[in-house]
């Protein structure tokens, strides 16, 4: 059964595997950790970091929460959410990113992955999330569509890992 648990040294190296999935598959959606920066010091390396920004003291930036999705123990994806709406989140990485492992897509996992990430937006205040969608990536939008994405507008956008592209952005009314 899929969980969403906070990040933990035990699945370390199930989320260098599926960094690797990513980045050797080439998904531009959205980009995790460089496979090659996870090393045996990572996860004691980066909690700090992590810590800070679940706290909000990134100055700029939201508050962000990272937990990772396992199931019976195997590593299947990832889940963030950003409780503010600043400019970054509004324009750019939304307030939820998700992702699955290339190697266990098509298995309903980014579907399970965001119905209990609307939960954990939901015990964290909020009344409504913004989903930023590559207009290509239409797995992503039929999955919000269906847990309730409602179509906010489509514009224009610019990051590293997709380049110029077209962003629909989904409003869920929690």
Known sequence: MLKLIKRSQEYVSGYREYCRELFDNNVIYFRPTD???IDDEWFGKTKEWYDKKENGQIPGRSASFHFWAVDDEKFIGE???RTEFTPEVMSDIGSIGYAVRVSEQGKGYG???LKQGLLIAKE???SKVL???NDKNVVSAHVCEKLGGELMDKIQ???NSEGHHIMRRYWIYL
């Open 35 to 37: 496979p090659k920066l």
């Open 157 to 159: 956008a610019y990051n």
């Open 131 to 133: 989903l930023n969608i």
């Open 111 to 113: 579907t399970e992955i």
């Open 79 to 81: 889940f963030q959410l």
């Open 124 to 126: 964290h205040g909020m």
